[in-house]
């Protein structure tokens, strides 16, 4: 085989990439020697220090502040870097609309709107169709590119029920499937990357330790994820490694879902 796990000459656009998953899929990029582009929605700072940690960790990466709900503000975003960098290779979808990851808070279904509904649809499914719109027309160009967007474990296995968020996340693979089907013929590959609860991150923050003792202990691999264990496959699903993989989804919960 001789594709590699480099990705110098890529250029990287990674959403929702200024904290937790997205900071670490950056960084991960960037010490395989790409350009990352840290997309971001309003932490100016934390995006600056990401994109710093990406240039001593060995790659070029600059910052972008886009609201990815915006269609117009994703366009810019987009045509922005074809023109700053000349090409676009990979699209990491993983910005994330506001959620709070703790059982006790949890909204149950009696309680929920459908506005609820909506708004993590338009968090996840949104942001990506926006994003997938505005690149996919370079994508097609050079017959090649990779998009990946980070769904959740919960889909299959929903050990809380977050009704609205894994609804969302669940409708997100639907509409990943179907693009992978659809852009195949072009050499276009769409997968997705399904972590289990992910901690710490922002939005993890409180979810309290005897749920995730509970959690350990069903788990396999008897630990919880850390953001670098969702990075790695994200780079393998972007790489040449993955090269006649497309339409899949790779949990990676320690083994809580196993399909």
Known sequence: MTAALK??????LVTGASRGIGAE???????????VVVNYLSNTEA???????????????????????????????????VQDA????????????????D????????DLSWQQY?????????AAFNVCRAALPHFKQRAQGCIVNIVSNLVEHPVVPY?????????????SRNLAAELGPFGIRVNCVAPGLVYPTEASGGTQEAFR??????????????????????LFLASGWSSFMTGQVLFVDGGLVMR
Do not use: M
């Open 163 to 175: 009704h609205d968020y894994t609804t969302a996340k669940a409708a997100l693979v639907a509409f």
């Open 86 to 101: 000349g090409r676009l290779d990979i699209v990491v979808n993983n910005a994330l609309r506001h959620y709070a990851f």
């Open 118 to 126: 909506q708004s993590q649809f338009d968090g996840s499914v949104g």
């Open 213 to 234: 003792e509970q959690l350990i202990a069903a788990t396999p691999l008897r630990r919880i994820a850390q953001p670098e264990d969702v990075a790695g496959p994200v």
């Open 7 to 12: 990705f110098a000459g890529k250029v990287v």
């Open 47 to 81: 995006a600056n220090a990401v994109v710093a940690q990406c240039v001593a960790a060995g790659g070029d990466a600059w910052a972008v502040q886009a609201d990815v709900g915006s269609a117009d503000a994703v366009q810019a975003l987009v045509d922005g870097i």
């Open 103 to 110: 059982p006790r808070t949890r909204t149950a279904f009696d």
């Open 25 to 35: 899929i950056a960084r991960s990029f960037a010490r395989e020697g790409a350009t």
